[in-house]
């Protein structure tokens, strides 16, 4: 059973562009939610994160928008950049593990 | 500073055979976790490690699957028998603090069973 349900799937974006992520979650006991980045090759490595207390968190051009009472958060990628291209995933933390959501395929076209 | 290292990059063995893949977590992690994932699904988690102990071992698939991590430092996650079912990725991550949030993963394991 999926526990964070994540879209869209892959994602093509001009350079320039704001790319956007959803998440959704439905376990009330969620306490943190990070956003991971991977690169071809290598493992995810942490982009940001917001706890349930918060609505917004912004990390230069990178946004979480966190909604508790929908039970869903997104991520928006201002500016965006052909390093950007890579996977990223949405998680949720339950005790000591992280839920990941099935990652999206992001290519910034130049 | 070293980050987090996995060993073998990729394996590749028959149905049955075993399967030992170690992580050596950022120097003084306590905390050590192994996830996987498999192809089209989400990563996983299996289990966590905080030193030697483990702490929660909920998400290990069935007792094919044994975890260790003698003296609190490297871990090792084998595999035996190995199925079909178990082609994966397998990310080893350590933290510091569990609570403080940020997980550094290693590049993974690619297991190949055929």
């Known amino acids: 059973q999926q526990q964070v349900k994540q879209s869209p799937q892959s994602l093509i974006v001009q350079k320039g562009g704001i790319s956007i992520i959803n998440c959704a979650y439905e376990?009330?006991?969620?306490?943190?939610f990070p956003w991971y980045q991977q690169f071809p090759g290598k493992g995810p490595a942490l982009l940001i994160a917001i706890r349930p207390d918060v609505s917004e968190k912004k990390e230069g051009r990178f946004t979480i928008s966190f909604n508790k009472s929908a039970k869903q958060f997104s991520l928006h990628i201002m500016d965006s950049q052909p390093g950007d291209s890579a996977t990223y995933f949405c998680a949720a933390r339950s005790g000591y593990a992280l839920n990941f959501g099935k990652g999206t395929s992001l290519l910034v076209t130049p | 500073e070293a980050g987090v290292t996995q060993f073998p990059s990729h394996s590749v063995i028959e149905k049955g055979q075993t399967v030992t893949l170690r992580c050596d977590p950022i120097s003084g992690h306590d905390n050590l976790y192994w996830y996987r994932r498999v192809m089209g699904k989400e990563i996983k988690f299996l289990l966590h490690f905080v030193k030697e102990s483990k702490q929660d071992e909920s998400g290990m698939p069935n007792n094919r699957f044994l975890a260790e991590r003698t003296g609190g430092t490297y871990s090792t996650l084998k595999v035996q028998p190995a199925e079909l079912e178990d082609s994966g990725v397998y990310f080893c991550?350590?933290?510091?603090?569990w609570g403080a949030g940020e997980l550094f993963f290693g590049e993974g394991s690619r297991l190949t069973v055929l």
């Open positions: 376990n009330t006991a969620f306490d943190y």
């Open positions: 991550a350590s933290s510091q603090d």
